[in-house]
């Protein structure tokens, strides 16, 4: 048995497609199946199933697979110990982060990052909670930037930054004219919400204290993971959305018209770098969290006058 055939099983796991496996080990299938036909032999055992599509593994071989990614981890530990020793931050950085987080805080801080650490090659990727989570758990990913609390086993979280809620109002509608606004004055039938399975989505819901959203004097439905979409339908004289506080610093001036913002304490959310518990790249995380609170500006850096809203 060696690493490279536990690497190989894993990639079939992932993929459950042997060609995508092998195209992402970086070698031909037919090496790829020659090597976990071998340990199949060895072990005398059979962990995938060939006759299914996509393919899946066996019993036992599910629990092959696990135990294999725990010593693919271990063997990534011991290099983890080893940069942690050192003083610099270098090496390899896999980051998932949420879309309504990535759009608006990679071009605040992966610049910087990339400058003041150029031995440190860093690998971003917008993915929802659940494949941030996912991918974590697979060691496909690193690090992730996401909203909390999370409260999943095995994950640690470290609060970074509390964002606020703006609104975005048309011009034809009442709150149009309020300077302040309250959670109160919102309502679900009259916004604009991003399709399901963002956070964000859930937050709004949340914040307005309704479980459903039913959106009855809107004129169309709409499913879409962009706010700027959304912020277009406003612009039309439709209703209503919510933006989180990093997307009101890249609008025009036209649009900062139609932004109004919550009287206090005024709702946010929980932004945190999530890690595998155990996770040894302290000085990267530290470096990483640094770097976000650096280029943010200041008054996102504590939750004062603030209420923390979940998303769960």
Known sequence: MTIVQLEYIIAV???????????????????????????????????????????????IGKRIIEQGRAIIQGKERISELIDNTRNDVSGEVRIGIIPTIASYLVPLF????????PDLNIYVEELMTHQVVEKMRLGQIDIGIVATPLAEEGIEEQPVYYEPFALYVSESHKLYEQNKIS????????????????????????????????????????????????MR?????????????????NVNSEQKTHLRFFKEPSPKREISIITPQGFLKEKLVDAIKKEIRINIPKELRHLDNGKVIQWR
């Open 183 to 230: 959670s109160h004055d919102l309502k679900l039938d009259e916004m604009w919400l991003l399709t399901d399975g963002h956070c964000f989505r859930n937050h709004v819901i949340n914040l307005c204290g309704e479980k459903h959203y039913m959106p009855k004097k809107l004129k169309f439905s709409y499913k879409t993971g962009s706010l700027e979409v959304l």
């Open 13 to 59: 796991d992932t993929y459950r497609h042997f060609v995508t496996a092998a195209e992402n080990c970086n070698v031909t299938q037919p090496t790829l199946s020659m090597q976990i036909k071998k340990l199949e032999e060895e072990l005398d055992i059979v962990i995938f199933d060939r006759n299914k599509q996509p393919i899946e593994p066996t019993a």
């Open 233 to 249: 339908f406003v612009d039309n004289q439709f209703g209503y959305t919510l933006l989180p506080f990093l997307a009101t610093l």
């Open 110 to 117: 992966i610049p910087q990052l990339v400058d003041k650490y």
